[in-house]
């Protein structure tokens, strides 16, 4: 079983002092801190998982500049077998869609059975990668999936549904899948496993490599377009409700009916 992983570097916000640079149109992430998307971690081990069942590849691809090769070693440090960097002036101010056409591209060029992604990424939250790559590779997908096993020739998958469900169904071959954190647990990486990689040339692909017509790709193929970027307006606080739960109870009820909630 060939798979392809389709990972991405990210920033760590979770704790962090968020500001927006004075453009408006992105944050300022000079002193964040990077990483390879908590979701990705979680389609690379499932990958890796597979791939020790059944045999086959798994490749991780990034679509990104030098410093995103971090995540790339990252998944060679976990047991891919294969990393390569999509990077090209080209690809510069590429939405979802974008990305995703670069990514099909690369993918095309090799032998896959499964694509895998992370269910969603901690940048920008937008959850369509999945999607648009199933529909350009022409492949059946699932998305959230929370169980993954492979018989018959066929890809049975668990996901989550709507109302907190979860459903089982196959896939037939090639397909793309996005992965729910919690469906494994990703292995640990150690110093000596990164050291192990660090000198491992990383090959990279531009448009002229994927066959990639410009216009496709980068900001002359988006089909959005960032306007303004800002933070939520802070309020004047947060009022604290102490006493026992009934007493909490009855001065939360008090207070929306103050405010006109009830």
């Known amino acids: 079983m060939d798979i392809v992983v389709c990972i991405k570097r990210v920033p760590d916000v979770a704790e962090a002092d968020v500001e927006i640079e004075r453009s408006g149109l992105r944050i300022d992430d000079s002193d964040l801190s990077w990483g390879m998307n908590e979701w990705d971690t979680f389609a690379v081990e499932e990958a890796l998982r597979l791939e020790a069942e059944h045999g086959g590849t798994v490749t991780a691809l990034t679509v990104g500049g030098e410093d995103d090769e971090e995540v790339l070693r990252r998944a060679l440090a976990m047991g891919a077998d294969t990393a390569i960097r999509l990077a090209d002036d080209a690809f510069e101010g590429s939405d979802p869609l974008a990305v995703a056409t670069v990514l099909a591209a ?32 022409g492949a059946g997908q699932v998305a ?43 292995r640990y990486v150690s110093i000596r496993g990164i050291r192990k990689v660090a000198s491992v040339e990383i090959p990279v692909e531009g448009a002229g490599d994927l066959g990639l017509d410009v216009a496709a790709v980068g900001a002359a193929g988006a089909r959005e377009a960032l306007s303004e970027l800002f933070l939520p307006p802070t309020g004047e606080g947060a009022e604290i409700l102490e006493g026992g739960p009934d007493e909490v109870a009855e001065k939360l009820v008090e207070r929306l009916r103050e405010r006109g909630g009830i």
């Open 144 to 186: 959230l999936a929370t169980r993954t096993a492979f018989a018959n020739g066929k890809l049975e998958v668990q996901h989550e549904v709507e109302g907190g469900l979860e459903r089982v169904v196959e896939l037939d071959l090639p397909a793309v899948v996005t992965v729910q954190t919690g469906i494994n647990e990703p």
């Open 106 to 137: 690369a993918i095309r060029k090799r032998p896959y059975d499964l694509v895998l992604t992370g269910a969603v990424s901690g940048d920008t939250g937008s959850a369509q990668l999945g999607g648009m790559l199933a529909a350009l590779l």
